[in-house]
């Protein structure tokens, strides 16, 4: 009994992966029919350019796909933390004295004792 329902299985799923795979066809085949159908209605148009055919328009999905997906690292990039946090961090480091200057009610921040105010009549150090 057990070796009719293991046969069963081993069946689905050959069954499922032939399956798979015909849909798999048919989809990328329909995609290129697609692609030939939109830009035939798109491109002659706006660009002048020639129609395309069927096998043509499988040509510009494969060298799409060659340009634009291969060599790229699969998957979301992953940082060490959320980008959002690095920014803000940097945000506050860079802006702090002159946050902690209108809250304190100074007008300036203030200088280092060895350097003078800027002059306000040139506008120069």
Known sequence: MERANVKGRIFRWILMIIGGISFAVAMAFLF????????????PEIFGLPEITYWQSWGLVLLSHMLFKLGGKPGPIHHPRPPSEHWKNNFRRYFSPFCNAEKSGAQDVPHEPDQSPPNQETGGV
């Open 32 to 43: 290129g029919l697609f692609v030939k159908l939109l830009w035939n209605w798109i491109m």
